[in-house]
């Protein structure tokens, strides 16, 4: 078992910067890939973005040049560091942790992006 737990959304105005956190505790060792994904109002939930045990990223296409992923393995955290961000960019925001074949999903944080 895998728990998650996001932090760091909120309000920002176009053009500014937000930076999530999802800190992983129990079976920890297990995890194979870490990933955010954000789903809008009334649409599917998308990929954003996600870092493998060996540090291997890929990005969805609308946030490339704008966000990154990143681990800080001492503290069993991953980041979503958010720049440039857009009104198209507002969403919650969920942490997922790959263990076993097992999906752990967190509990979601919303960002939104207005004027």
């Known amino acids: 078992q895998v728990q998650l737990v996001e932090s760091g959304g909120g309000l920002e105005q176009p053009g500014g910067s937000l930076r999530l956190s999802c800190a992983a505790s129990?079976?920890?060792?297990?995890?194979?890939?870490m990933a955010w994904y954000r789903q809008a109002p009334g649409k599917q939930r998308e990929l954003v973005a996600f870092?493998?045990?060996?540090?291997?990223?890929n990005y969805a296409d609308p946030v490339k040049g704008r966000f990154t992923i990143s681990r800080d393995n001492a503290r069993n955290t991953v980041y979503l560091q958010m720049n440039s961000l857009k009104p198209a960019d507002t969403a919650v925001y969920y942490c997922?942790?790959?263990?076993?074949?097992?999906?752990?999903w967190g509990q979601g944080t919303q960002v939104t992006v207005s004027s």
């Open positions: 997922n942790a790959l263990s076993g074949g097992t999906g752990y």
């Open positions: 870092i493998t045990s060996g540090g291997r990223t």
């Open positions: 129990g079976s920890i060792f297990s995890i194979k890939v």
